[in-house]
């Protein structure tokens, strides 16, 4: 499989197992969304220490992002507006290890710069791959609706596989970011 793995792959079977059990509106194809949680929830036991790690996990990694530690004064650096200083955001290296901002060292500093450069490349990457597939099923849709398909028809599915665009061809998907840069 890719990069990614699909490490979830017991969410999207779930997913799947649960849309089984609803029934879709006729008119765009959709599922009720609390109806589609509350389903998931039916069939999936709760695993307190898998969700005990899981918010572990969230919380440090929250602290790795800017705006999410209280600030403390300002950065000034010439060229930019004054942006809050943060010492109490979490770096962490290759390693495993981790230090605040306010004593991190070089290294800590330069793995954050490159992590923010790859960062930024994937989320460019998928917002023209977004742009792309939204300004051709957008000219697909209005051609076919001008046609009179039925609105139900005029699905993302049904113009990547009528356009050429999709292949039954599965591809690794490493450039892309689990959140697609989101």
């Known amino acids: 499989m ?14 799947r197992q649960a849309k089984e059990n609803l029934t879709r509106d006729p008119d765009n194809n959709t599922f009720n969304r609390a109806e589609l949680v ?14 005990s790690w899981k918010e ?7 602290q790795e992002r800017t705006a999410k530690t209280p600030p403390n004064g300002s950065l000034w650096l010439p060229g930019f507006d004054p942006v809050p200083y943060e010492p109490e955001q979490l770096l962490s290296d290759d390693s495993g290890r981790t230090v605040e901002k306010d004593f991190a ?7 954050q710069l490159q992590r923010a450069e790859e960062n930024y490349q994937k989320v460019r990457i998928a917002l023209q791959r977004k742009r792309a597939e939204t ?7 209005a051609d076919q609706a001008i046609a009179g398909r039925p609105n139900n028809e005029n699905t993302f599915g049904n113009c990547m596989r009528e356009t ?13 970011d689990d959140d697609d840069g989101e």
């Open 135 to 141: 300004d051709a099923f957008t000219t697909w849709s």
């Open 2 to 15: 890719s990069k990614r793995n699909f490490s979830r792959r017991e969410d999207i079977d779930i997913v």
């Open 56 to 62: 572990a996990e969230r919380i440090v990694k929250d």
């Open 164 to 176: 050429g665009l999709w292949s039954q061809q599965s591809v690794t998907g490493d450039d892309e």
């Open 105 to 111: 060292t070089a290294q800590y500093v330069s793995t």
């Open 38 to 51: 509350a389903e998931i929830r039916r069939i999936k036991p709760l695993d307190v220490e898998a969700i």
